[in-house]
């Protein structure tokens, strides 16, 4: 009989990533791309009684999953958000909870910079203009968008995220970072501790030409952004979110972008995901949607596969994770 700890896979991996976890684990997977529903999940661990899980998305890990599943010692998700998981649960019950920060910073703030930036410039539109064979003469200020160059930048949560977005945007030339979040940050310059500032969310939202969310999803961030902070922000401001869906609360975020409370908002992230093509959101042309894409570029995406397997692999031969969270 097998020894190996046993490996539950909610969906399934590049066959040469299943060869490495097979080398030191026993596994059992999902086949498929599409995620394994809730229900399914829960029969599927209550019979196999896994000693891990290799989380890929956004599957929850919560008290009923691990009442079902006493036999879980450890929990690895392709991730840097891990709002989907019962971090106090897993605490209690001795979970080791690995992800994978700092290999995706650099790909999720390039692409939030390229968010805001077809955002800005209307891209979408301007596209359909092309495709739709309605790019004949114009006024000259049709299709004109937004300058990012001397604008005023709002960043709520200035983490690792939030800091490479604004070493990217310094290159733009912008006048202005106000951050909102849990601390104020020290600099090592004078530049930036000119350029940086440390205020209250409101009225970093009152100031800012662009506001970008980088927080993480928490009970103090869920739908930070409703009608009040909506009635904050400039008429001409944009908002950009590559971090979590339900920091936004999207009926109030319909309702700003439709009476021009707000100018313009560019998504990467929804709830929920995927979007259904019905949402109401996809019927306005100031709202640009992209379907949750913050981390996808190849290099990046394999380096967090490859961190997430060695955190259980590390973790099953007592060494410490890269990345744990609940350490
Ligand atoms: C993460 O890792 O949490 C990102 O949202 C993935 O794109």
Redesign the pocket.
């Known amino acids: 009989m097998s020894k190996l700890p046993r490996l539950f896979i909610n969906q399934h991996l590049p066959e040469h990533y299943l060869n490495i976890l097979n080398e030191k684990f026993d596994c059992d997977y999902h086949d498929g791309i599409q995620p394994i529903q809730s229900d399914e999940l829960l029969k599927r661990v209550e019979q196999y009684n896994p000693d891990a899980i290799l989380l890929v998305g956004s599957l929850k890990i919560d008290k009923q999953l691990l009442d079902k599943c006493k036999s879980i010692k450890a929990v690895s998700t ?5 709002d989907h998981i019962d971090v106090e649960e897993c605490k209690k019950r001795n979970i080791a909870v690995g992800y ?1 920060p700092g290999v ?1 910073t650099d790909s ?1 703030a390039d692409l939030t910079i390229g968010l805001l930036l077809a955002t800005a410039r209307r891209f979408e539109e301007a596209m359909q203009t092309v495709r739709n064979g309605k790019w004949g003469p114009r006024d000259i200020l049709a299709s004109c968008g937004k300058s990012v160059t001397n604008s005023t930048i709002g960043i709520v949560g200035l983490g690792r995220i939030g800091m490479a977005v604004a070493q990217r945007l310094k290159s733009f030339g912008v006048k202005k970072i106000f951050y909102s979040g849990t601390h104020e940050k020290t600099f090592d310059n004078e530049t930036d501790q000119k350029l940086f500032s440390y205020v209250e969310f409101f009225y970093l939202l009152s100031q800012s030409d662009f506001v970008i969310i980088t927080c993480s999803l928490n009970e103090k961030t869920k739908n930070i952004f409703n009608s009040d902070a909506f009635k904050q922000m400039k008429p001409d401001s944009i908002l950009i979110n ?3 869906g339900s920091i936004i609360d999207q009926d109030a975020l319909y309702d700003a972008l439709s009476s021009g409370q707000i100018h313009a908002a560019g998504l ?2 929804t709830v929920p995901e995927p979007l259904p093509p019905t949402d109401k959101l996809l019927t306005l042309k100031n709202c640009l949607i992209l379907p ?5 570029d190849v290099t990046t995406r394999n380096k ?1 596969i490859q961190v997430a397997i060695d955190n259980l692999r590390n973790y099953f031969e007592n060494k410490p994770m890269v990345s744990q969270i609940n350490v």
């Open positions: 392709i991730s840097v958000g891990y994978t995706l999720v590559t971090s979590r990467d992230v949750h894409i913050g981390s996808a967090m």
